[in-house]
Every structure is written in C-alpha cells, then in structure tokens.
C-alpha cells in the first residue's frame, strides 16, 4: 500500500532516457568543472597561495594597480620603475585581458559581499579559466562529433598536464585566461561555419577580441583561421557559411583588435596578418566569380572571365603587397614569428630568444610527460576525423596538426596543442568506445529482437552482422573496453601525479629533499626582495639579470634596470656586457646606469642549478651581439665552458664570477670536498681569492641564493 | 628633582647649538683644529703663522705627535675640525692615531695640512701617497735650483729657492696678487698621474731637479723641472681639503718676516711671499673661501608653483637654484655666468646655461623634450677653486594620455569625410536596394 503510494508521487520524478542522460551528462560536466579546479589547487595546499615564476608578478602587480588606480590611469600607465632610466608606457606594451579580467572578477566578489585580497583572485584566476575550458571542449566536441566526444575531451582537457603545466593555482599567466579564450573562439567560428548564422559569426569576433586582449598567441588564430577557409577554398567546400562567418569574424574582429593599443594598426600592417587580409580579399573574389557564373551562361566566356580576373587579382595582391613592403608601410615578419617557422632561426640570430628554456625545441620526452597516451590517441583520432570528413573535423585537423608542429618547435606552445590534442583524442576514445559498447548491445538486441537497429548507424549494423560470424567478438569488444578504461585511468593516474610532482611548485620558492628525506624549503628568493623592499632607499636601483627584473619590482617594490619585458635589447646587453666585463669596467656602466644595488642568484651552496652562472653564457652572447668587444670564446677553454682552476682567465676575474664566488672559496659546502666546492656544477671554483674593489657585499640570504652588492661610491680622494 | 632635570635638558638643549658650532654645512668654516708637532719649539718658530689662524678665529690644540693621549674621535664624534701635520720626523703617532684613522678624518669631510721635510718619515710620505702626491723617495734629497735660488748672503747649495710659479686662481690665493717669490726649502714631490683631484699649487721652475745637495750628481734625478710641485692642494669630492708640501720651514717666523731676491732678478722685495701665500691659502683650505651651497631647488611647469610628480613630454617648465658662497662669516650671492643645467637620461637632452640675478638665484626654462623616460635636473659646477656642486633631482616623463591627443585633426578631414560619405551611402544603398521595386 505505502510502497504504490511512494511510486505515485515519484512519478513525476521519473524521468525518461533522454532526460536521465541530460541529467547525467550534466552532472559529469559539474562534476569535470569541479575537477579541473581542484586538480590545479596543489600548489596552494604544498606551499601557500602565492603567485608563482617570474611573468604572473608583473600581471600581479598591473591588476594591483588596476584595482587601486582605475581602468583609465592603468591604460595610461608609465612605469618608471622598471627598465630605468627609459621607463615603460605599460598601458600599450601589454595584453589587458588577463588583469581586466581578474579586476572585474574583483569587483564582483565585492560586490556581493566577499572581502577577498586580490592576491586571492589572481591565484585562483587559472584555475577557474580552466574550468571555463572544460565547459567549451565539451560544447566543442559536441560540434564536431557528439556529446560523448564532448564529455570525453571535457575529462580530458580538465587534467592533460600540457594544459595544467600554465595553468595551475598561482601562475597568473595570460595563457590560463587565452587557452579559454583560443578554444572559445575556435568554437564560436566553427558554430558560425556549421550555422551560417551572422550571430555566431560576431559571437566569434568578440571570442577573437577577448583572445587578442589577452595573449600574443592570437596571430595563431588570425592565421589558422584563414588557412582553414583557403584549405575549404581549394577543396571545393566553399559556402556561404564560410563566407558570412569568416567575413564576419575578420572585419569585426579586426576593428576590435585594433582597439587593444599594443596591437592597435599592426593588424593591418604587419606581415603576420597579411594572410588573413589576403584570404578576406580572396574571398570577395570568390564571391564576386560565383556571381558572374550564376549571370553568365557560357561556360567558356566564364573560363576566359575568371582567367583574367584571377590573374589581375594575384597581379594587384602581389603588387600591393611588395609595394607595401618597399615602402615599410608593412612590416615584415618579427623574429618570433620567423622562429616559430623555422626552429634554427633564434639560435643564429636573437639570442634573447633562444636564451630562454621555454623557447627551446621540445624533446620527445616532454610530449610524453605533457600528453601520456593521447599521443597515441591523436592519430587514432585522425582517423575517425578523415573518415567522417566535415567542415568542423578539418578544422580541428588543421588545429591539430599546425599546433603539433608548433608544439614540436617551442616547448611553450605544447600548451597550445594541448586542446587539439585533447578534442582529437576525444574523437578517439569516444568513438571506440562507442563502436564497442554498440558491438556489446547490438549482439543482445540482435538475440533479442533480431533486425531492429534503428538507433545504431550503418556501420555498427555492419560490424554486427559480421559479428554474428565471430563468436568472440564480445569478449574481444570487452577486453578492449576494459584495456580502454585501464588506459584512461592510468592516464588519470599519470596527470595527477605529474602535476602535484613537477607543475605545481611556484619555483621562487625551492623545495628540495633533506638528508634524511625530510622537505627543505629554499625561501631565498622572498627573503632577498624583502630585505631590498625595507633596507634599501626608495629610489634605488637594482642591477640584475633580466629573469629577476618583475620580481623584484613586484616583491622588492624598487627600480630596476631591465626585466622580463624584453623589448630593448641594447638595454639588456648594456647589461649583459657589465655582467661580463671585469670590475672597473663594470663599474664605469653601472655609473653610467645610476646602480646603486647588484643581485645576483647563486646556486652553488645548494645545488640550484638554474643560477647566474649556468645563464652566464647568454648573458656573453646578447651582451656581445650588440657590444663586439665581449666575445665568446674569451669565456671558454676550447669552446668549453668551465668554472674551475682550468677556466679562462676572463671568465675568473668577470664581474659575475667574481659576485657570485665571493667569499666562497672559504666555504666548505659538502663533506669530504674542498672548500669552495660548487654543489651545482660539482667542482671546486678556480678563483677562491676575490677581492672587490667598487662593490661591497650588502646583504646574503640564507641558503646563498641571492646575493645583493651594494655599488660604492667613487673613491673620496682619487 | 623632575625640575632640575628639566632645567639641565632645557639648558642642554640652548647650548648645544653653541656647543656645536663646528664644521657645519651652514657654517662651513672650521673652528677646531688640531697641530700635531714634533717638538713645542715649532711652536714658537712658526708662531706668525699660527697667530694668523688664531686671529682669524681658529682654535688650535698643539700637541706633540707622538702624546699618548691624542685622538682624533671620541665616541664615534670627531673632536676636530681640521688637523695640521707639522711633524715631519714622526715615526708613529701616539694614541690612536695611524693613517688610516687620519683618511678617515679626511673622508669624513676634514681638512688637511700637511708640511713635510726634509728626512720625512715614512709615515708622512704615506699620509701624502693617500693624498695623491709622491715625494721623492731619497729621503736626503731636496729641490735644488741652480738659476731660481734666493740670494742669499753665503754662496750656498741652491735649496734656499725662491718661486713664483703659482697656480691661476683667485679663489684658492686670494684677489690680491703675489707680488713676492716664495721661499722655500724642503723636498719635491711629485702629483700622482691617477689622481684627478690633486693640484699644483707651487710648482718648482724649469731648471730645478730634486737630489742630495751634498752628493754628486752620479744618476739623472727622478724630479726634475716643472714636474716638481712645491705646494699641493687636493679638493677631495666630499670637499675635504688638503694641502701638501715638502717645506715645514716655509711656514716658519724667518721666512715670513725675511727679504728675498730671486738669482738673476734685480727687483728684491723687503719681505718674502710666504706669509701672503700661506694665509692665502689657508683661508681656502678651512673654508673661508670658495665654498659654495645650493638650495631652494625648484622646478614647476611655466604658470604653475607646485613641483608635479612627474612631467608629460613637451611641457613647458622652469627650474631655479639658489647658490651662495661662504664668505667666512655670512653667505653671499654667488655670482657666475657658466652655470649649466642638464635634463639628462644617459645623455644631456637639453644643455642650458642658468640666468643669475646676482643676488644667487639661477634660473632657466625650457621645454621638456619629447622622449620620455627617467630624466634627472643635473646642475655639475665644478669650477677650479670651488667646492664642486653637484646637484640632481629625479624626475619622471610621461608621454600623453589618451584624451591628451588632439581629437580632430585637419589633416584628417578627408578621411573623416570618406567615412561618413561611405556610412550614408551605404544607408541610402540599403535602403533603396530593400524597398525598391
């Protein structure tokens, strides 16, 4: 009685299949969301909430400043605190979208109420854009494939560690905001390409806005989006969706980018956004040909008309384009870009580039360590993808495949392959399992109701009647499934441990192992920019290599000669030559300089390898490729690069060797070594006996890190 | 007893300007000054010279050099404001005085005197090897000059010179010319090449050479000619002065008050230069003259009074300075014409001499130019005889704002008009094509 009576008032409740897997397939999606942001909250519980590396402290800083001043004065901004004595103009050398973004984000939390610092939103900024991400791959996958597809690239994409690598709590970086704003885009542009819709088409330019106020990387999209249209152009897929949407989105997109000052007239006049004008030009062409075809009804006039019109139209493009290169009206491809196609490039000609890790060609070892088994997804998914060939699937092949090359090229832009590859594999996985588990049922369905397969496709109905033939297909079918979800979870298995292991450490705090495996904390770097923060005069100068410049700023709160903003090279070779000559003559540019304060990073106490001394060498090269008297091989012993009693004599007695060695000699670092025993490069220095005669040591931390040297003034009586 | 203490802090508190009215950057005379002597005949012997400071209003302490008790600080606060070193044979202080002490003294912004001689001990040769002068080292050696020596009654050795070789400047030996040669008889030294700082005041003539008057001439002499200084001052860059010289029986009663003639000239004067030239130049070593100060720096935009924070490009600005010199009792107007500023980032981008208005305001304006970028106010006055004055402000430049541009240009106008012409014909087209027939 009471059991028929409970039934009755759930009924209502009782839901039908497609609302049971609505509300499963929302509940995965929550359940994702939540994954991805919790997933990236290691750092935070390792260490503290602290913004991490060296660029998130000048985005910190900026927002500050954006909450603190308003949106007018942080667009006006000139810093004179940094890349001293020319100052920067912050307000048109920078992507707002990130600090935009996390101010508004601000504001709304104060807005109902909640007294967060800041400090708190940049933190966790990343992470909540990552979820955002999660939520686009899936709308995404469900464009291009299924929602299955949708909801496996969500799972994916919410802990690949190509992605986690920028993106966890802390890194306060503009590519966590410009992944999501890259994927946005994508999808907006390729909804607009599915639909025709001129709604989706200015959807996708404001996608594209959002993107070039945020990141650099956009000329990706403004590049990848007209190769798409011509590889569609040239595949005879050209429609009218292609040319309402991607009208739509280069006209509006460009008027808006242009709006974002630091880009401003170079999306009309440099050579990387060339290709898009052209295609846009191309398109009208394309147009203007179908509509002489639909008028003329001879086909040979039609031949003859298009021969002249395509060559006037390639004739005119060239002319204009060389005409506009001759004259400087466009600007030619930036060494970035021209590194980005060709991997050789940076290394002969801008160090400053190459100078950095992140810029490096990536090894095999880091796709697997980034990407685990989507590796072999990938193709598998490219398979799928040719094989069921749309206008969404050649893009997110074209995606795929430009962004796997990039990847290859620079470390940094695995993080731009990373939804492609998640979305491709997606396809992968979701489609196998898919066929399997329709191998599993239809044979049941088969027994059971016989030649019902309505639901299933062609193909599963051929697979299932070839099946009937093979008495083990089931069981293969369930052991490819299990080997599948094994996989995933071993995938699952892999992302978590790599990024609580090696992404989520904010690198200016150092974490080692102790002597007898207990954690040791390496706070050195804090404690420097804290003592120059309350020991040092308002407006002193700090000298340092170009990696600390943000840092100390941010953290130190004083002016510095050069940072991580790397747009005067003759400043930073100023710089690297200082650091590369001997004392007096070091000394002569840090006058010329008004340095009051030297810091330099020093590993050899505790083994930290990524010191002064390692980059020692770039410091030599970008010094010497704008000042020729440095030279390189005065550092070197037939071309090796050494530190001990055999290194060269110009190399012992530089200004570097000399800060970072002083006093060491009478260190005893390990047991059973010498004294003067360099734990990071493992040998005992060649110069134990260092005298400074302009600097003065001012202050050491702890662990010997970071070492600060007070410049004296000139000598009283000479 | 709350009382009496309030009275000894009240009381203290009156005093202590009077107690301290030393060196000071608003007085910047010395008052205190320290003799270090060999013996306390010296005192007597050269007391012309030491009756002249004191008339001027100096203080001095004799003592010997080597009393155990003479310090040159105590608790960390310098006693004196000056020290004369009269004490050429001293082998080593007493107390605790070394030569380091005595460059501390030095580097902490006190003057100097030192007078060395012949047979000068180690120590003085070093305390002028600091000061960035080198004395000849044959410790028997002396100036000799066979064509420039006083005449003198006896034949004698030629080391009783007579020079008239002096440096060219007012300020350091006074407006009134030297009419007389100066008497001197001591060793040469020679002015370091590395030190920039150090001047010859007094420099030997052409023909004399430094040697042992009573050995033969066996090997050329190190010192020889002009290269010789006699007098040496050194104006350190915190304006510490110094001077140096090989002759403490230049200084002495007998050469002040004693006639001179120079070999082969027939003017003989009734009394030597010396008491001229060494009151002279005394009054520039302790600040009496030639010291000059700055302030009120100000700088404002044209039609403005506040100093701004920081400058836009192409703003119009005005800069002024006030600069006096000590005239020993009371700041006077400094009165030049080639005081220059710099608006300066790595290089002066705009150089201007400063308008006075003889009454020691220096003023210029000019417009800011268009780079922006740190820029720094430098005023460097280093003029020959003068402390250096070497003032600079930091200052910011902004470039425009956003609403700081111009909102229309004319030279745009036919884009404008393209625009808008494109805007209603696009209107009219949309309109025509939409409900035309």
């Known amino acids: 009685m009471s059991n028929s009576y409970t039934s009755d008032i759930l009924k209502p409740f009782k839901l039908k299949t497609k609302q049971q897997e609505l509300l499963i397939r929302v509940l995965i999606l929550c359940l994702v969301y939540i994954l991805a942001f919790i997933t990236r909250l290691f750092s935070v519980l390792r260490y503290e909430s602290m913004i991490h590396e060296f660029d998130p402290y000048f985005n910190y800083r900026t927002t500050l400043y954006v909450t603190q001043h308003g949106f007018y004065d942080f667009w006006n901004w000139f810093d004179y605190e940094s890349w001293y004595p020319l100052g920067r103009i912050v307000g048109g050398t920078l992507y707002p979208g990130l600090m935009v973004t996390a101010a508004l984000i601000y504001r709304l939390l104060h807005f109902l109420r909640f007294a967060v610092h800041i400090r708190e939103v940049c933190v966790l900024t990343a992470p909540f854009f990552a979820s955002n991400t999660t939520l686009v791959a899936y709308f995404f996958g469900k464009e291009i494939w299924d929602s299955g597809a949708g909801l496996v690239a969500a799972i994916l994409i919410a802990v690949c560690p190509g992605y986690i690598s920028r993106s966890v709590a802390g890194s306060y970086d503009n590519e966590g905001v410009a992944i999501f704003a890259l994927l946005f885009t994508f999808y907006l542009f390729v909804k607009a390409v599915n639909t025709g819709s001129l709604a989706w088409g200015l959807a996708s330019a404001f996608g594209y806005f959002y993107m070039v106020s945020a990141w650099g990387g956009y000329v990706f999209i403004i590049n990848l989006i007209p ?379 505790t083994g930290y390898s990524s010191d002064d001394i390692n980059k020692f060498l770039w410091m030599v090269r970008i010094g010497g490729g704008v000042f020729p008297v440095i030279k390189e091989p005065d550092y070197l012993v037939n071309g090796e690069y050494r530190i001990d009693k055999g290194a060269a004599p110009k190399m012992l007695n530089c200004l570097m060797y000399k800060l970072s060695y002083y006093r060491f000699g009478e260190m005893m670092t390990e047991y059973g070594k010498p004294p003067g025993y360099d734990r990071a490069r493992g040998v005992e220095i060649g110069n134990k006996d260092i005298k400074l005669e302009h600097l003065e040591e001012a202050f050491t931390t702890s662990n010997w890190i970071v070492r600060i040297y007070k410049v004296k003034p000139p000598n009283n009586r000479w | 007893m709350g009382k009496l203490w309030l009275i000894c802090i009240a009381s203290i508190s009156i005093l202590l300007p009077f107690l301290c009215n030393a060196f000071s950057p608003e007085t910047p005379t010395d008052r205190r000054v320290l003799v270090l002597l060999d ?78 001689d012949v047979n000068a001990s180690d120590l003085i040769r070093e305390v002028g090897t600091e000061c960035g002068v080198d004395f000849d080292e044959d410790p028997s050696a002396m100036v000799i000059d066979h064509i420039g020596y006083a005449v003198s009654g006896t034949e004698g050795d030629h080391t009783l010179i007579a020079s008239d070789d002096f440096i060219k400047s007012d300020v350091i030996l006074g407006a009134k010319k030297i009419e007389a040669p100066i008497l001197f008889r001591g060793i040469g030294h020679a002015v370091s090449p590395a030190n920039s700082l150090v001047l010859k005041v007094l420099s030997a003539s052409p023909s004399a050479y430094s040697a042992n008057p009573k050995s033969k001439l066996s090997t050329p002499p190190p010192l020889t000619g002009s290269a010789i200084s006699l007098v040496s001052i050194v104006q350190a860059r915190n304006n510490a002065r110094l001077l140096i010289t090989g002759s ?174 494109m805007m209603a014909g696009f209107f009219i087209f949309s309109f025509v094509h939409l409900y035309s027939k």
């Not at chain 1, 998914?381 to 795929?400: E, Q």
């Not at chain 1, 130190?556 to 030559?577: E, K, L, M, Q, Y």
């Not at chain 2, 009054?283 to 700055?294: N, T």
Request: with cysteine; aromatic share 14%.
């Open chain 1, 227 to 605: 190769l798409y249209v011509l590889v569609l152009l040239i595949t005879g897929r050209y429609s009218m969706r292609l040319y309402v949407a991607y009208n739509c989105l280069y006209i509006l997109g460009m008027l808006l980018a242009m709006q974002i000052r630091f880009v401003g007239f170079q999306h009309v006049q440099s050579g990387e956004h060339m290709a898009a004008m052209g295609v846009f030009f191309l398109m009208q062409v394309f147009y203007f040909l179908d509509w002489v075809k639909h008028m003329l009804s001879d086909t040979n006039l039609f031949q003859e008309f298009l021969r002249i019109t395509v060559t006037c139209a390639v004739a005119v493009g060239g002319i204009a384009l060389g005409v506009g290169m001759a004259s400087g009206y466009i600007s030619p491809w930036t060494g970035r870009f021209y590194s980005l196609l060709d991997p050789t490039y940076a290394k002969d000609h801008i160090p400053i580039i190459a100078s950095v890790s992140e810029h490096q060609p990536t090894a095999w070892s880091s796709f697997m360590f980034d990407f685990h088994i989507l590796l072999f997804l990938f193709p598998a998914g490219l398979y799928f993808c040719f094989k069921r060939l749309s206008d969404a699937t050649i893009f997110i092949v074209m995606y795929g495949l430009t962004s796997m090359y990039f990847a290859g090229v620079m470390v940094r832009l695995i993080l731009v392959a990373t939804p492609a590859v998640c979305l491709i594999s997606a396809i992968a996985v979701s489609a196998t399992v898919k066929n399997l588990t329709v191998l599993l049922r239809s044979k049941t369905k088969v027994a059971q109701i016989g030649s019902t397969k309505g639901t299933s496709s062609a193909k599963a109905s051929s697979k299932a009647s070839l099946d009937q033939s093979q008495p083990f297909q089931k069981n293969g079918a369930m052991a490819l499934l299990f080997g599948a979800f094994y996989l995933l979870s071993r995938y699952a298995t892999h992302c978590t441990w790599v990024t609580s292991e090696a992404y989520s450490s904010p690198s200016i705090v150092l974490a080692a192992r102790g002597a007898h495996g207990n954690r040791v904390i390496f706070d050195d770097y804090r404690e420097a920019y804290f003592w120059l923060r309350q020991n040092t005069p308002l407006d002193a100068k700090v000298m340092s290599w170009w990696d600390y410049g943000y840092q100390i700023t941010a953290m130190g709160n004083r002016t510095v000669i050069v940072d991580n903003n790397t747009w005067n090279n003759t400043h930073i070779a100023t710089v690297g030559r200082a650091m590369s000559s001997y004392e007096d003559e070091a000394y002569e540019i840090i006058r010329s300089l008004d340095v009051d304060y030297v810091l330099v990073v020093f590993g050899g106490v």
């Open chain 2, 39 to 116: 013996d306390f005949a010296i005192m007597s012997s050269h007391s012309l010279y030491f009756n002249a400071l004191k008339s001027r209003g100096f203080d001095l302490e004799f003592k010997l050099a080597d009393d155990p008790k003479i310090a040159l600080q105590r608790y960390g606060q310098y006693l004196y404001d000056a020290l004369i070193l009269f004490c050429p044979s001293v082998e080593r202080f007493g107390g605790s005085i070394d030569v380091a002490a005595i460059v501390n003294f030095v580097d902490s912004g006190h003057d100097l005197i030192v007078a060395a």
């Open chain 2, 248 to 421: 403490l029986s230049m200084f002495s009663n007998r050469f002040f008050r004693s006639g001179v003639q120079k070999a082969g000239s027939q003017t003989k004067h009734g009394k030597s230069g010396n008491e001229q030239f060494l009151t002279e130049i005394s009054k520039w070593i302790f600040h009496e003259r030639g010291h000059l100060k700055a302030i009120n720096v100000k700088h404002h935009r044209v039609g403005e009074t506040d100093e701004p924070a920081l400058y836009r490009i192409n703003d119009e600005l005005e800069y002024s300075v006030e600069i006096y010199e000590w005239s020993g009792t009371s700041w006077e107007p400094y009165v030049a014409n080639d005081v220059q500023l710099q608006f300066y980032m790595m290089s002066p981008y705009v150089l201007k001499t400063l308008s006075s208005d003889k009454k020691g305001l220096y003023s210029t304006s000019f417009k800011v130019p268009d780079v922006y970028g740190v820029f720094q106010f430098k005023v460097e006055h280093q003029k020959l005889g003068y402390t250096s004055l070497s003032l600079s402000k930091q200052i910011p430049v902004r470039p425009y704002r956003h609403n700081e541009y111009e909102r229309f240009i004319p030279a745009a106008y036919p884009y404008y008009g393209a625009a808008f012409s």
